[in-house]
Structure formats: structure tokens, C-alpha cells
């Protein structure tokens, strides 16, 4: 700056006498382009910061915007075309992939969620990490973002509390349906007839308590080993729909009549697998000649393992249970449970997709020997043939925006028998000599009896078990050991991606609040599942779920025995593994029984107890009469449906495509900054700019200061 003022901006008098520009001494002197030439320049800004090293930058700057200066202007904008961007790009995205499950909100959130939403991405990405059943080392930004959610889980907790009480309050069941009416009538009806043949007039045997806490206390640890595979058939293939586009299980009951059909008349049922396990010679035969103490197919099982909780009771059950002496041993045969005569419609639309799902994914029509219709070959079509996409699309086939409502911003959504083949061996340890040798002997035992076909494609099998104490070895006072013959049937066999193969059973969870999240499974169908696994070794399960009104396939679940025993403890806080030692209470009080038909019964007002009634031929007052059970022909609908819980923990593809947690409301949006636009020229209404007091109150200050 001193150098600036020195310099002479007058010419010399001898310049303008003498008519010469500028004289080569003053061009030397102050000419830069002269210094750069003559390599003697030097920077007149050079230290320049130094020279506003007293300035105060943040005073200026508080001056400045109480004037009305926008000096965030640039910052801005900037920000804002990089906003935009992002949301052009993440549209791009959406555009080119599709979510399922993505439904607006039919009525309005009482409020906004406490969390914005770069912490729900946050806490939705340790969820994620959680469910990983791959664990892996966590990073330094991993452990502090598990830090973040820590603090976090109480807040959480309470806004999913909240959350599950509004949709609660929002539940209607109204609009729901029984799906393929025709056809579940039907199958009931079926289980019906199949009722009739047992005997009618019964007398009180025997109380069998159905709680872990009226168990003796040695019988507590109770497990199931596996012994052995005794006998299995043919499985058929199973192929799932990989969900990039939409698949929706369309059925009319006619389709499911002729690939399922209902056999009215049970005394011409000839195929062992279809008979209760006290008809079917082959659990008759195996249960001999491996010393079984107690013989019962997975349907039974199911039965008897749901009694684990007295709070979430299954209900009432009947369940025909026959005892015969074979070489001086009684065997106790225990059938499937009777069916029911009232359900919800979930229950009976649950009941109804078991089938639809085995008729779309199943690839072997193991109900009839009938030639799949074209619909099932359409969905049965190979990745070579390239048509899966259309296959499962059940749209036109110029439906190309069908995920355009994704454009819209999360705002928006508010309110605005053909490939058989022997599978792997399911058992870990295989049958010895003997029991081949054995089988050998029971196939022409029952060839006469049952008409069976060893090489057709059945899904049985027939595994041994072990019940007992921890330690099958030693011998604890008062506990027996027991061995248990399961038939089992299996959906089919999956194609891994290793090429191995592995048994897989599916299972339907029908979603009628897709628009708040995904409900949480029952502990009936919780305890079903995980009896599924439990007594077919080396199975896996695959749980889909399905949007109850359209039939859309929201996402398929892959669970094991310890997930979904997890998945129990953590929804009911119930040990799966106490039933068990129901099931081993259960076996210990039939083996008292002696020879002959009972029926073990269990309703809500007799608690946590089963009674054991057997057969008489006398028809008193005080006598169980099984048709006073049975007097209707119909199958009833609860007319309230209870409302499905929301699973806090789940995450569906809509969640994770909009990064938002399970059960919470939406999350706070981003405050955007306050503008004032400066005000120019005369006011009107007389009104006087503020600016010349701020100035003069300035003055006043920085006066005091000094002074």
C-alpha cells in the first residue's frame, strides 16, 4: 500500500517540453513491465495478509448480515445443485430397479420420528450388520456407529411402542377374504370324512400336564438326537423367483382342484403316505423292527410341541392316538390333530397358499399323477430359456413403469413329475447292513397292502430319533429314554450354488400392513417352523412373504433351527428347547396306556393339561362323545380377526430402499436456512430502514471501547 501512494501519477514538465512520453529514467523507476523485463521484480501483494492480521473477520461478517448481505449465497447454491444431483442420480437408480412392497400410507403419521434421517440410515445399518449371519471383524467406523445406536436403542424403543400402539388403533379387518374359498372348503371337508372313521363314545384315561413347570425337574434338559435315516423317496425340485420384477401368485381354485385334488372317499386311499401313521404299514413295520417306542408323523408333532407357552396357546386340539402290542412291547401311534371347525382368515388363507406355493415353485406334482397345466410349465421355465422375468410377471407384458411410482419422493408416500432325481441323503449317518436287509423284508410286507411305487417321486422319509436326558449314555433316576419314528414330508430340494443339494421346505406369511412394515410371526407358526427343521436333518426353510390383498411376493427369508429359535426367544421370550421335554412328558405318560384307540384332547379352560379319553362301548351322560365336537358340517370364520403384530426388527426391501428402521414414523427432515432478501431503495408506508441506528449503535460501542 506505501508503495502504491509513493508512486508519482504526475508526468514531468521536461516530458511534456521535450514531447517524450515517459523518460527512461521514471520507466526504470516505476514501470513493472520494465522490472519483469529486467528480471527486478518484485510482488507489491506479497505479505498482504499480514496487513489485516488486527481485523476482526466474525464482527464484520455479524455487521454485514444485520444489513442484510447473503454471504452464504455461493455456499448455497452450491449445495443445493449437489442436492440435486444426488437426487437425479438415486431416481436413475429407482427407475432402472425394482422394490417390492413399496405401498403409500393410507392415513396420516400422528407425528414425526425423533431421529432424522441420516440416523435412521445409521441405525438401520448396524440392524443389517446384526442380522449378518456372517460375522464379521467390525471396523473403527462400524464399532462408533454401534456406539451411536447403543445410545439410541432407549429412544428407539420407545417411538416403536408408540408406533405399534397407532397401527394398532388403525387395524381393520374388514377387507380381507378367504382366497380360493372352493378349494380350502374342499380340503377341509376331506380332513372331515377322514374324521368319521373313528369310534364316537370315549371314557377319561389319564391327565398329562402340558407345562414345563409341572415337569419333573430332572426332565427339563431334554433333547432329540438323530439316529438314523430309515427309509426315504424321490424329491422333486424346487426353484424360488430371484424377485428382480414382480411375481404375483395368482390361482383360481379350479387350478389347485385339479393339481390337489380332495379324495371325499378316504377308504380308497391306497398310498402309504396319505394314510395316518397307525394305518401305514410301513411306520408299522419300521417300528418294529427298530424297537420304536413311539411313532408320529411332523403334522403331529406340530401339534404337540405348540403347548410350550400357556399365554399364546394354540387352543383346542384333538389328537387320535392308537397303543398296540407288537412281540410284547406297545407301540403308541399318535395321528395328525383333528381339524379344526373354526379359523381366521389368515389362518385359512395360510392354509390355502401352502399349496398355491408348492404349485408354483414345486416342481413335481406330488398330489396327482395328472400332467402339469400350461400355467405351471410357464412358471417352471429354466434360466437357459430366458423367459423368467415374464414367467413371474404377472402384469401384461407391456407394463414397463411398473415401479414408476418409485420416481415419487418418500413425501410423496406419506398421505399424497418332469425333473425327478435322487436327492443327497438327508441323514448325517446312513442305515447299516441290517436295516437294508430289514427294508428289503418290510417292502414285500407292505406291497400288498399299500400299492406302493418305490420309484415315483413321494417326498418321505423316514427318520429315527432319540428323546432323553442331555447325556443319552448315562441313566438319570426317573427319566427314560425313548425312540421316536417321524414320517415326514418334505416340499422338495434346492439346487445350491456350490451344486449341492438341500432339502427345503417353504412356508407362507401373508402381509396385510405392508404400508407400516412386516408383521411378526406367530408363535404357532414360529413353533411349526422350527419343529419342521428340527425332525428333518439338514433342511433348510424358506419363508415367503406374501401381500394378502394382491398376491405380490415381498421378499423370501432363509432361516435355520437356531434362527428361527432366536426369532422365538426374541419375539415371546420362549425356550423352544422346553418343548421338548413337553414332548417327553407326553410320550412317558401314553407309555402307561395299554392296547387299544384314545383320543388325547386340550381346550383353553383346562389350562396347561391334556386329557387322555379311551374308547368304550358304553354311551353314558358322563362319557366324551366326539361328535358333540363335530355337530357342524361347516368350517366357521372367526369374525374378528386379532391384529398381527408389527415386527420391530425386520427389515423389508421398502425400508431398505428408503433407509428408514422398522416401526418408527418418518424421520425429521433437514432444516433448510433462513434467507432474508435485503431490502433496497426508499421504504414504502413511511417505514425508515433500521440500518442508519445499527450504524450509529456501532459507533456509540466501539466510542466506549476506546474510551
Known amino acids: 500500500m506505501e508503495r502504491f501512494r509513493s508512486i508519482d501519477w504526475y508526468p514531468a514538465l521536461e516530458d511534456l517540453i521535450d514531447n517524450v512520453f515517459i523518460r527512461d529514467e521514471r520507466m526504470e523507476r516505476e514501470s513493472a513491465m520494465c522490472r519483469i523485463l529486467t528480471d527486478t521484480f518484485t510482488d507489491p501483494f506479497e505479505n498482504i495478509e499480514s496487513e489485516y492480521d488486527d481485523a476482526n473477520v466474525e464482527l464484520m461478517k455479524k455487521y454485514l448480515l444485520e444489513d ?221 423292527e427298530t424297537g420304536a417306542d413311539f411313532v408320529i408323523s411332523s403334522s403331529g408333532l406340530k401339534c404337540l410341541l405348540n403347548n410350550v407357552d400357556p399365554e399364546h396357546s394354540s387352543g383346542s386340539w384333538l389328537v387320535p392316538v392308537v397303543v398296540r402290542s407288537h412281540r410284547g412291547k406297545n407301540i403308541i401311534y399318535v395321528d395328525k390333530k383333528l381339524p379344526s371347525v373354526i379359523a381366521t382368515i389368515p389362518q385359512k388363507n395360510t392354509w390355502v397358499y401352502k399349496y398355491i406355493l408348492r404349485y408354483y415353485f414345486v416342481g413335481t406334482n406330488d398330489e396327482s399323477d395328472e400332467e402339469p397345466s400350461e400355467e405351471t410349465k410357464r412358471f417352471r421355465q429354466t434360466k437357459e430359456d430366458k423367459p423368467e422375468k415374464a414367467a413371474y410377471h404377472s402384469d401384461s407384458d407391456n407394463d414397463s413403469n411398473s415401479n414408476d411410482y418409485l420416481k415419487v419422493y418418500e413425501e410423496d408416500l406419506y398421505a399424497s413329475n418332469t425333473d425327478a432325481g435322487k436327492s443327497d441323503n438327508l441323514a448325517s449317518g446312513k442305515t ?60 422338495g430340494i434346492e439346487m445350491l450354488s456350490n451344486n449341492k443339494s438341500q432339502p427345503l421346505m417353504l412356508a407362507p406369511k401373508l402381509e396385510h400392513q405392508l404400508e407400516y412394515g412386516a408383521e411378526a410371526i406367530t408363535l404357532e407358526e414360529g413353533m411349526h417352523q422350527w419343529a419342521s427343521l428340527k425332525f428333518r436333518p439338514n433342511t433348510s426353510l424358506a419363508r415367503v412373504r406374501i401381500e394378502a390383498s394382491t398376491g405380490e411376493i415381498i421378499q423370501i427369508e432363509r432361516h435355520t433351527e437356531m434362527s428361527l429359535s432366536n426369532e422365538i426367544k426374541r419375539l415371546y421370550n420362549v425356550k423352544v428347547e422346553n418343548s421338548l421335554s413337553i414332548l417327553h412328558n407326553i410320550i412317558d405318560g401314553l407309555s402307561s396306556l395299554t392296547p387299544g384307540q384314545y383320543i388325547m384332547q386340550h381346550i383353553p379352560q383346562s389350562g396347561p393339561f391334556a386329557y387322555v379319553y379311551k374308547h368304550t362301548t358304553n354311551d353314558r351322560k358322563t362319557t366324551f362323545d366326539l361328535n358333540s365336537v363335530y355337530c357342524s358340517n361347516k368350517f366357521h370364520t372367526v369374525p374378528k380377526t386379532p391384529w398381527p403384530r408389527i415386527d420391530n426388527m425386520l427389515i423389508t426391501p421398502s425400508l431398505r430402499c428408503f433407509q428408514r428402521m422398522p416401526a418408527m414414523f418418518f424421520p425429521i427432515l433437514r432444516q433448510k436456512p433462513v434467507y432474508i432478501k435485503p431490502t433496497r431503495g426508499r421504504k414504502k408506508n413511511n417505514q425508515v430502514s433500521a440500518s442508519p441506528s445499527r450504524r450509529s449503535d456501532r459507533l456509540k460501542n466501539m466510542k466506549k471501547e476506546k474510551a
Open 68 to 288: 442484510g448481505v447473503d454471504l452464504y449465497k455461493k455456499e448455497r447454491e452450491e449445495a443445493q445443485k449437489a442436492e440435486e444431483q444426488k437426487d437425479e442420480n438415486n431416481s436413475s437408480v429407482l427407475e432402472r430397479s425394482y422394490v417390492p412392497g413399496i405401498r403409500r400410507l393410507s392415513t396420516y403419521f400422528p407425528r414425526r420420528s425423533h431421529l432424522d434421517k441420516a440416523e435412521q440410515a445409521m441405525c438401520l445399518r448396524v440392524l443389517l450388520r446384526l442380522a449378518d449371519t456372517e460375522k464379521k471383524k467390525l471396523t473403527d467406523e462400524e464399532k462408533k456407529e454401534l456406539q451411536q445406536y447403543m445410545a439410541l436403542k432407549e429412544k428407539i424403543s420407545e417411538e416403536q411402542k408408540e408406533f405399534l400402539e397407532f397401527v394398532k388403533s388403525v387395524w381393520n379387518d374388514s377387507v380381507w377374504h378367504v382366497k380360493c374359498f372352493a378349494f380350502m372348503n374342499s380340503k377341509w371337508k376331506m380332513k372331515r370324512q377322514k374324521m368319521a372313521k373313528l369310534p364316537r363314545n370315549y371314557v377319561e384315561s389319564l391327565t398329562i400336564p402340558l407345562s414345563v413347570q409341572d415337569v419333573n425337574f430332572e426332565m427339563k434338559d431334554i433333547i432329540v438326537g438323530f439316529v438314523s435315516c430309515l427309509r426315504e423317496g424321490s424329491f422333486s425340485n424346487v426353484v424360488l423367483p430371484k424377485l428382480d420384477c414382480r411375481c404375483r401368485l395368482n390361482m383360481e381354485p379350479d387350478a389347485l382342484r385339479d393339481r390337489f385334488p380332495a379324495y371325499l372317499a378316504p377308504d380308497k386311499v391306497t398310498q402309504h403316505f396319505r394314510l395316518p401313521v397307525s394305518e401305514d404299514t410301513y411306520c408299522e413295520s419300521l417300528a418294529v
Open 432 to 491: 447299516d447292513s441290517k436295516i437294508d436287509d430289514e427294508l428289503g423284508e418290510l417292502d414285500d410286507l407292505a406291497s400288498g397292502e399299500t400299492n406302493l411305487k418305490t420309484n415315483e417321486q413321494q417326498n418321505v422319509s423316514y427318520n429315527l430319533f432319540m428323546i432323553g436326558p442331555v447325556n443319552f449314555e448315562q441313566t438319570i433316576h426317573g427319566v427314560k429314554k425313548y425312540k421316536i419314528l417321524v414320517r415326514t414330508k418334505t416340499d
